[in-house]
T-cell receptor
Framework: GDSVTQMEGPVTLSEEAFLTINCTYTATGYPSLFWYVQYPGEGLQLLLKATKADDKGSNKGFEATYRKETTSFHLEKGSVQVSDSAVYFCALSDRYGNKLVFGAGTILRVKS | EAGVVQSPRYKIIEKKQPVAFWCNPISGHNTLYWYLQNLGQGPELLIRYENEEAVDDSQLPKDRFSAERLKGVDSTLKIQPAELGDSAVYLC??????????????FGQGTRLTVV
């Protein structure tokens, strides 16, 4: 079945450092890809998404590009802030958005 | 606009007792999901509703779990009897009709269940 694998954490960075969180997927057909973020004490929030190959999703300085050839959707940010500390989940769904399949999540800690 | 509302936020019960969780989705969202999130893992789908109909309940342990969505709006998820291994966060999410394309799912804050 469909699955998502993301890099294990926690990832600890200093403020203004460059961030990459790797995500690869296995799926049939043409899934949509997502990054969700969970801040402490809050629910999951959609951070960005891409619905077809070569699409780039972006939001709040974060970016991820849908790479069909490498089945990847890596999350990047050029300069992280302390407020970016959270758990980041990579996910996929079928083209109709019927079911989200999540990775295990990556904890990001940014220190000042 | 109010988001997805879940209650209670926290629940502690003894094993073998029943427990119920409630979810109010975003107004107008006809698709509702219940997810289970174990500690250190990503959420896993338990059941998906399109209006009142449960269209995917393949991952719901039907021997002890049940769910309903009366009138296609609010939903309840019940566990009876609860087991120690049911300790987890139960997430509710809603979205617009997904048949026309990939749509965003909005999540509630979840109910953290502890079974002792």
């Amino acid at each position: 079945g469909d699955s998502v694998t993301q890099m294990e954490g926690p990832v600890t960075l200093s403020e203004e450092a460059f961030l990459t969180i790797n995500c690869t997927y296995t799926a049939t057909g043409y899934p949509s890809l997502f990054w969700y973020v969970q801040y402490p004490g809050e629910g999951l929030q959609l951070l960005l998404k891409a619905t077809k190959a070569d699409d780039k999703g972006s939001n709040k300085g974060f970016e991820a590009t849908y790479r069909k050839e490498t089945t990847s959707f890596h999350l990047e940010k050029g300069s992280v802030q302390v407020s970016d500390s959270a758990v980041y989940f990579c996910a996929l769904s079928d083209r109709y958005g019927n079911k989200l399949v999540f990775g295990a999540g990556t904890i990001l800690r940014v220190k000042s | 606009e109010a988001g997805v509302v879940q209650s209670p936020r926290y629940k502690i019960i003894e094993k073998k007792q029943p427990v119920a969780f409630w979810c109010n989705p975003i107004s107008g969202h006809n698709t509702l999901y219940w997810y289970l999130q174990n500690l250190g893992q990503g959420p896993e789908l338990l059941i998906r509703y399109e209006n009142e109909e449960a269209v995917d309940d393949s991952q719901l342990p039907k021997d002890r779990f049940s769910a309903e969505r009366l009138k296609g709006v609010d939903s309840t998820l019940k566990i009876q009897p609860a087991e120690l291994g049911d300790s987890a966060v139960y997430l509710c999410a809603s979205s617009l009709d997904g048949r026309e394309g990939s749509t965003e799912a909005f999540f509630g804050q979840g109910t953290r269940l502890t079974v002792v």
